[in-house]
């Protein structure tokens, strides 16, 4: 199975910071990363595909970047509501497997 | 709209059986794969198990094979997740989720989830 490590666990930042989280795949996993972001009792939301693909409808301060064992992920600029934890997951191989997950708080 | 809605959850006794839906509408349901993803109380994400756009083939975590049975109905546009011999560690909410493509990728829609909770 493909192990992927999220880091940091937990952040806290002010608004308007920029903030980067990054997931590593335990092997080569090309582009096939994707980010997703759950609010507190709500389900997951698709953020970003195939590592940095803007899924529709989100707002362009979140990014993706990365290939083969090394991702990240940004958010540009800090909004009160992006209050939530992200998560990491890849596709290259099944079993599909997420990332522990990254709960993001405000200073 | 695409939506998603999960159903049969509750409590259950190790070692009992449970089956859990999701109804589909918004969009084609035979085109799409489908699965079911869980997240135990407080913990993250875990994907359980998915099947094809037309039932062909089915995928498992190590963690439920054997034990549970993923399966579609694409006449009802319905999902379905039976599970036996549930244990404890199978507490979580249970979401279904749809695959962006026919074989096994992301998730691009979620239902709300539905609680289950095993216990004696």
């Known amino acids: 199975d493909i192990q992927m490590t999220q880091s940091p666990s937990s952040l806290s930042a002010s608004v308007g910071d920029s903030v980067t989280i990054t997931c590593q795949a335990s092997?080569?996993?090309?582009?096939?990363l994707n980010w997703y972001q759950q609010k507190a009792g709500k389900a997951p939301k698709l953020l970003i595909y195939?590592?940095?693909n803007l899924e529709t409808a989100v707002p362009s301060r979140f990014s993706g970047s990365g290939s083969g064992r090394d991702f990240s992920f940004t958010i540009s600029s800090l909004q009160p509501e992006d209050i939530a934890t992200y998560y990491c997951q890849q596709y290259d191989n099944v079993p599909l497997t997420f990332g522990g997950g990254t709960k993001v708080e405000l200073k | 709209q695409v939506q998603l809605v999960e159903s049969g959850g509750g409590v259950v006794q190790p070692g009992r059986s449970l089956r859990l839906s999701c109804a589909a509408s918004?969009?084609?349901?035979?085109?799409?794969?489908m699965h079911w993803v869980r997240q135990a109380p407080g913990k993250g994400l875990e994907w359980v198990t998915g099947?094809?756009?037309?039932?062909?083939?089915?995928y498992y975590a190590d963690s439920v094979k054997g034990r549970f049975t993923i399966s579609r109905d694409n006449s009802k546009n319905t999902l379905y997740l039976q599970m036996n011999s549930l244990r404890a560690e199978d507490t979580a909410v249970y979401f279904c989720?749809?695959?962006?493509?026919?074989?096994?990728?992301?998730?691009?829609?979620w239902g709300q989830g539905t609680l289950v909770t095993v216990s004696a």
């Open positions: 092997q080569d996993i090309d582009k096939f």
């Open positions: 918004g969009f084609t349901f035979s085109s799409y794969g």
């Open positions: 195939d590592a940095s």
């Open positions: 989720a749809r695959d962006r493509f026919t074989v096994p990728s992301f998730f691009d829609y």
């Open positions: 099947i094809w756009f037309d039932g062909s083939n089915e």
